[in-house]
């Protein structure tokens, strides 16, 4: 028994140098992580649009893809849909480093906590003990060779992160439904990273032509972005097709469809979106894109530019960042804002149809200023936009 007694304090001794050792180089890897991220992130900000003030909160969410998702802030980790808290710590140093996905703690009782995120759960490790408190894959990749890599990192995990339940939402603290503009870009985004299933079922479980989220109204272009989001993952035999089809000619003018989208007539923009959505699928597209000044025409960037009419108006507004980024993807120039924060980079301010109660969890700050952050809209049009810059080293 004695010698029993005496190997595990042996052991003791012999492992818990080792694990303060390891987490205290951890620890200064994660820093020397962080301050390469801020580096490159002041770098866009410089060769982009500058930055927008967001409330000045420190917190993190854990919980990509189909994972629970979770809120860090303040030495509180909590379930970031319901409050309910899940740990806290007395925390004497705290750093979290958005690039890594992970928050690293100091505690009042000499322990080293870390929280973080990788491809196949989100953990809590400490004493060098892991636990994971969700899993679910994820494709993560480090985009190296990219001009920003660290940047698009933080960028992909926002998007990844409000996928609830499998529905792309643009912010799941203030929208409990999938918008289809904003799921078709975070789409697009997740063709490029691997990450289609995580959004799959639900777009294989559509039926209806339009999401009805802006006051119940039928958006023109709700037509062609659930075409477009059926080619991702299905093809013409989905029963949707058949509905958005004969849909289009409630909107049919001529050689081209216009109706209503955010309240406003978008003939540019909604054909452009039904061309797309037709050819995606290898369907006849019957239409051209009108010869007309339309405010939404420079938002469809990745096709059809040449059919355009010149001088298109460049949006440029705080509120709806994503309308920004667009357009600059549209016209090759660069004034596009991220906010001033490590994390999150993305907002949205003022939206008619935000439920802004819903992010007090976070700070009441946000909700007496109506924005919420991340948004996934402005987080696929800054992601696909840096994504094309010359792959150079990250500087």
């Given at each position: 028994m004695r010698m029993i007694i005496v190997a595990v304090a042996l052991v003791?001794?012999?492992?818990?140098?080792?694990?303060?050792?390891?987490?205290?180089?951890?620890?200064?890897?994660?820093?020397?992580g962080r301050d390469a991220y801020r580096k490159s992130l002041t770098q866009v900000r410089k060769e982009h649009g500058g930055a927008y003030k967001l409330p000045a909160i420190d917190f993190f969410l854990f919980g990509?893809?189909?994972?629970?998702?979770?809120?860090?802030?303040?030495?509180?980790?909590q379930d970031a849909l319901t409050g309910r808290v899940i740990r806290t710590w007395e925390v004497m140093e705290e750093l979290i480093a958005p690039s890594s996905y992970t928050v690293a703690l100091k505690t009042k009782d000499g322990k080293?906590?870390?929280?973080?995120?990788?491809?196949?759960?989100?953990?809590?490790?400490?004493?060098?003990?892991?636990?994971?408190?969700?899993?679910?894959?994820?494709?993560?990749?480090?985009?190296?060779?990219?001009?920003?890599?660290?940047?698009?990192?933080?960028?992909?995990?926002?998007?990844?992160?409000?996928?609830v339940d499998g529905k792309p939402v643009p912010?799941?603290?203030?929208?409990?439904?999938?918008?289809?503009?904003?799921?078709?870009?975070?789409?697009?985004?997740?063709?490029?990273?691997?990450?289609?299933?995580?959004?799959?079922?639900?777009?294989?479980s559509l039926r209806e032509p339009y999401d009805r989220n802006n006051r119940g109204e039928t958006?023109?272009?709700?037509?062609?972005?659930?075409?477009?989001l059926v080619s991702l993952v299905s093809d013409k035999s989905h029963p949707l097709v058949p509905i958005v089809l004969k849909e289009f000619s409630r909107f049919e003018k001529g050689q081209y469809i216009v109706g209503r989208s955010d309240f406003g007539l978008h003939p540019v923009y909604q054909t452009k979106?039904?061309?797309?959505?037709?050819?995606?699928?290898?369907l006849a597209d019957p239409y051209n894109v009108p010869k007309e000044k339309d405010s939404y025409a420079a938002l469809f960037w990745w096709a059809y530019k040449t059919d355009d009419m010149p001088g298109q108006k460049i949006i440029a507004d705080d509120r709806y960042p994503y309308l920004g980024?667009?357009?600059?993807?549209?016209?090759?120039?660069?004034?596009?804002?991220?906010?001033?924060?490590?994390?999150?980079?993305?907002?949205?301010?003022?939206a008619s149809q935000a439920k802004y109660d819903g992010i007090k969890r976070i700070s009441a700050e946000y909700t007496r200023r109506k924005v919420c952050a991340p948004h996934t809209w402005h987080a696929a049009e800054a992601f696909l936009y840096l994504i094309e810059e010359a792959q150079d080293a990250e500087p």
């Open positions: 003791s001794r012999l492992c818990c140098p080792m694990f303060a050792a390891d987490d205290a180089k951890r620890w200064r890897d994660l820093s020397v990509m893809g189909s994972r629970d998702k979770y809120l860090y802030t303040n030495g509180h980790l080293t906590v870390f929280l973080f995120e990788d491809e196949s759960a989100v953990w809590i490790e400490s004493d060098g003990k892991r636990e994971a408190l969700s899993k679910g894959n994820v494709k993560l990749p480090d985009f190296k060779g990219r001009k920003y890599q660290l940047v698009l990192r933080v960028l992909h995990q926002e998007l990844l992160v409000n996928v912010n799941f603290f203030v929208y409990s439904k999938p918008w289809y503009r904003d799921g078709a870009m975070m789409a697009m985004a997740f063709q490029k990273t691997g990450n289609l299933h995580v959004v799959k079922d639900w777009i294989l958006e023109a272009d709700n037509l062609g972005e659930a075409l477009y979106w039904a061309k797309f959505g037709l050819r995606s699928l290898g980024w667009a357009a600059c993807h549209y016209a090759s120039s660069k004034s596009g804002k991220l906010s001033n924060r490590d994390y999150p980079l993305t907002w949205e301010a003022h």
